[in-house]
Protein backbone atom coordinates (compact mmCIF):
# COMPACT_ATOMS: atom_id res chain seq x y z
CA UNK A 1 0.00 0.00 0.00
CA UNK A 2 2.44 3.15 -1.32
CA UNK A 3 -0.56 5.32 -1.92
CA UNK A 4 -1.29 8.15 0.42
CA UNK A 5 -4.85 7.72 1.70
CA UNK A 6 -7.76 9.84 0.96
CA UNK A 7 -9.15 12.45 2.95
CA UNK A 8 -12.68 11.06 4.19
CA UNK A 9 -13.92 14.12 2.04
CA UNK A 10 -12.34 12.96 -0.97
CA UNK A 11 -13.36 9.97 -0.72
CA UNK A 12 -17.00 10.48 -0.71
CA UNK A 13 -17.08 13.23 -3.26
CA UNK A 14 -15.59 10.02 -5.70
CA UNK A 15 -17.95 8.01 -4.22
CA UNK A 16 -20.77 10.91 -4.98
CA UNK A 17 -19.62 10.85 -8.02
CA UNK A 18 -20.61 7.03 -9.25
CA UNK A 19 -24.04 8.44 -9.04
CA UNK A 20 -24.34 10.79 -11.73
CA UNK A 21 -25.95 9.26 -14.54
CA UNK A 22 -29.24 10.39 -14.72
CA UNK A 23 -31.00 7.51 -13.84
CA UNK A 24 -29.13 7.33 -10.31
CA UNK A 25 -29.38 10.88 -9.68
CA UNK A 26 -33.26 10.88 -10.33
CA UNK A 27 -33.86 7.84 -7.98
CA UNK A 28 -31.08 9.05 -5.44
CA UNK A 29 -33.36 13.07 -5.48
CA UNK A 30 -36.81 11.08 -5.07
CA UNK A 31 -35.13 8.72 -2.58
CA UNK A 32 -33.99 12.02 -0.38
CA UNK A 33 -37.57 13.42 -0.74
CA UNK A 34 -39.38 12.04 2.13
CA UNK A 35 -42.50 13.99 1.06
CA UNK A 36 -41.93 12.64 -2.67
CA UNK A 37 -45.34 9.94 -3.48
CA UNK A 38 -44.36 5.91 -4.01
CA UNK A 39 -45.12 6.53 -6.95
CA UNK A 40 -42.79 8.80 -8.19
CA UNK A 41 -39.87 6.53 -6.93
CA UNK A 42 -41.83 3.25 -8.65
CA UNK A 43 -41.54 5.68 -12.02
CA UNK A 44 -38.16 6.67 -12.16
CA UNK A 45 -37.12 2.77 -11.16
CA UNK A 46 -39.27 1.48 -14.03
CA UNK A 47 -37.06 3.90 -16.16
CA UNK A 48 -34.62 1.81 -16.10
CA UNK A 49 -35.78 -1.98 -17.14
CA UNK A 50 -32.63 -3.64 -16.39
CA UNK A 51 -32.47 -2.24 -12.81
CA UNK A 52 -36.34 -2.73 -12.58
CA UNK A 53 -35.99 -6.08 -13.36
CA UNK A 54 -32.84 -6.90 -11.02
CA UNK A 55 -34.92 -5.31 -8.43
CA UNK A 56 -38.21 -7.33 -8.68
CA UNK A 57 -35.66 -10.34 -8.41
CA UNK A 58 -34.28 -8.94 -5.51
CA UNK A 59 -37.18 -8.71 -3.69
CA UNK A 60 -38.50 -12.31 -4.47
CA UNK A 61 -35.77 -13.62 -2.13
CA UNK A 62 -37.32 -12.24 0.57
CA UNK A 63 -38.31 -15.39 2.72
CA UNK A 64 -41.64 -16.14 3.11
CA UNK A 65 -43.52 -14.29 0.45
CA UNK A 66 -47.42 -15.13 -0.10
CA UNK A 67 -46.91 -15.21 -3.58
CA UNK A 68 -44.00 -14.09 -6.25
CA UNK A 69 -43.48 -10.38 -7.01
CA UNK A 70 -43.58 -9.77 -11.00
CA UNK A 71 -44.01 -6.39 -11.42
CA UNK A 72 -42.78 -3.24 -9.22
CA UNK A 73 -46.14 -1.86 -8.25
CA UNK A 74 -46.35 -5.62 -6.51
CA UNK A 75 -42.92 -5.02 -4.97
CA UNK A 76 -43.53 -1.71 -3.78
CA UNK A 77 -46.83 -2.80 -1.73
CA UNK A 78 -45.06 -5.39 -0.30
CA UNK A 79 -41.92 -3.63 0.77
CA UNK A 80 -43.66 0.02 1.20
CA UNK A 81 -41.71 3.04 0.49
CA UNK A 82 -38.89 3.27 2.96
CA UNK A 83 -37.94 -0.17 2.73
CA UNK A 84 -38.11 -0.15 -1.44
CA UNK A 85 -35.79 2.86 -1.32
CA UNK A 86 -32.99 1.68 1.01
CA UNK A 87 -33.57 -1.90 -1.32
CA UNK A 88 -33.12 0.26 -4.39
CA UNK A 89 -30.57 2.29 -2.94
CA UNK A 90 -28.60 -0.96 -1.88
CA UNK A 91 -29.00 -2.58 -5.14
CA UNK A 92 -27.62 0.40 -6.92
CA UNK A 93 -24.22 0.23 -5.14
CA UNK A 94 -23.75 -2.82 -6.68
CA UNK A 95 -24.70 -2.39 -9.88
CA UNK A 96 -22.98 1.53 -10.64
CA UNK A 97 -19.89 2.01 -12.64
CA UNK A 98 -16.76 1.49 -10.65
CA UNK A 99 -14.28 4.53 -10.49
CA UNK A 100 -11.18 4.28 -11.63
CA UNK A 101 -7.69 6.22 -10.27
CA UNK A 102 -5.19 7.06 -12.50
CA UNK A 103 -2.37 4.28 -12.64
CA UNK A 104 -4.61 2.04 -10.75
CA UNK A 105 -4.59 -1.75 -12.66
CA UNK A 106 -8.08 -2.47 -13.99
CA UNK A 107 -7.15 -6.49 -12.95
CA UNK A 108 -5.65 -6.91 -9.85
CA UNK A 109 -3.53 -10.27 -9.51
CA UNK A 110 -4.50 -13.03 -6.80
CA UNK A 111 -8.19 -11.37 -5.84
CA UNK A 112 -9.04 -12.01 -2.11
CA UNK A 113 -12.34 -10.55 -2.90
CA UNK A 114 -14.53 -9.48 -5.85
CA UNK A 115 -18.10 -7.96 -5.92
CA UNK A 116 -19.91 -11.34 -6.79
CA UNK A 117 -18.57 -12.10 -3.43
CA UNK A 118 -19.50 -9.00 -1.20
CA UNK A 119 -22.80 -9.48 -3.12
CA UNK A 120 -23.41 -13.07 -2.22
CA UNK A 121 -22.35 -12.27 1.39
CA UNK A 122 -25.36 -9.38 1.34
CA UNK A 123 -27.82 -11.82 -0.16
CA UNK A 124 -27.31 -14.31 2.52
CA UNK A 125 -27.13 -11.43 5.54
CA UNK A 126 -30.12 -10.29 4.00
CA UNK A 127 -31.82 -13.98 3.91
CA UNK A 128 -30.53 -15.23 6.44
CA UNK A 129 -31.76 -11.94 8.67
CA UNK A 130 -35.30 -12.22 7.11
CA UNK A 131 -35.40 -15.90 8.94
CA UNK A 132 -34.32 -14.70 12.28
CA UNK A 133 -36.95 -11.53 12.22
CA UNK A 134 -39.83 -14.06 11.21
CA UNK A 135 -38.98 -15.93 14.75
CA UNK A 136 -39.11 -13.08 16.59
CA UNK A 137 -42.53 -11.14 17.37
CA UNK A 138 -42.78 -7.36 16.25
CA UNK A 139 -40.00 -7.66 14.10
CA UNK A 140 -40.42 -6.85 10.52
CA UNK A 141 -39.07 -9.36 8.14
CA UNK A 142 -38.91 -7.02 5.10
CA UNK A 143 -36.62 -4.62 7.29
CA UNK A 144 -34.46 -7.30 8.44
CA UNK A 145 -34.01 -8.38 4.61
CA UNK A 146 -33.11 -5.02 3.49
CA UNK A 147 -30.99 -4.26 6.96
CA UNK A 148 -29.21 -7.47 5.89
CA UNK A 149 -28.66 -6.68 2.42
CA UNK A 150 -27.11 -2.90 3.26
CA UNK A 151 -25.05 -3.88 6.30
CA UNK A 152 -21.91 -3.90 4.74
CA UNK A 153 -22.46 -1.46 1.69
CA UNK A 154 -19.63 0.38 3.00
CA UNK A 155 -17.07 -2.08 1.94
CA UNK A 156 -18.92 -2.22 -1.83
CA UNK A 157 -18.67 1.33 -1.79
CA UNK A 158 -14.62 1.16 -1.34
CA UNK A 159 -14.70 -1.47 -3.30
CA UNK A 160 -16.15 0.41 -6.22
CA UNK A 161 -13.53 3.32 -4.93
CA UNK A 162 -10.49 1.43 -6.05
CA UNK A 163 -10.60 -2.23 -5.88
CA UNK A 164 -7.07 -2.19 -5.73
CA UNK A 165 -6.69 -0.68 -2.55
CA UNK A 166 -9.85 -2.44 -1.05
CA UNK A 167 -7.93 -5.80 -1.71
CA UNK A 168 -4.25 -4.57 -0.05
CA UNK A 169 -6.57 -3.62 3.01
CA UNK A 170 -8.28 -7.22 2.97
CA UNK A 171 -4.71 -8.57 2.98
CA UNK A 172 -3.06 -6.30 5.25
CA UNK A 173 -6.29 -7.55 7.95
CA UNK A 174 -5.59 -10.89 7.31
CA UNK A 175 -1.51 -11.15 7.39
CA UNK A 176 -2.03 -8.92 10.79
CA UNK A 177 -4.94 -10.85 12.15
CA UNK A 178 -7.01 -8.00 12.66
CA UNK A 179 -10.36 -6.62 11.78
CA UNK A 180 -11.17 -5.31 8.18
CA UNK A 181 -11.62 -1.46 9.36
CA UNK A 182 -8.02 -1.55 10.63
CA UNK A 183 -6.57 -2.56 7.01
CA UNK A 184 -9.38 0.25 5.17
CA UNK A 185 -7.97 2.96 7.89
CA UNK A 186 -4.57 1.95 6.33
CA UNK A 187 -5.54 2.22 2.90
CA UNK A 188 -8.05 4.42 2.53
CA UNK A 189 -7.98 6.85 5.74
CA UNK A 190 -11.75 5.62 6.28
CA UNK A 191 -13.07 2.70 7.16
CA UNK A 192 -16.94 1.24 5.29
CA UNK A 193 -18.75 2.28 8.50
CA UNK A 194 -17.37 5.68 7.94
CA UNK A 195 -18.01 5.05 4.09
CA UNK A 196 -21.43 3.72 4.98
CA UNK A 197 -22.40 6.28 6.98
CA UNK A 198 -21.72 8.92 4.63
CA UNK A 199 -23.69 6.92 1.51
CA UNK A 200 -26.55 7.19 3.72
CA UNK A 201 -26.74 10.81 4.32
Sequence with gaps: MNQQP?????IHEKISQLYQSPQNLRIVEIAKDDKAPLDNFVEAISADQVFDARLIKLANFVPG??????????ASNVFGLDNLKALALGLSAFTVEPAQETGEKSVVEDELINL?????HALG??????RLAAKIEGVSTLSAFVGGLIHDVGKVLLYRYSKERFIAAISVALEKNVPSTEGEMLAFGIDHVTAAEEWCR
Design 6 to 10: NSPAE
Design 65 to 74: LAQGLTTLAD
Design 116 to 120: RDLWE
Design 125 to 130: CAAVAA
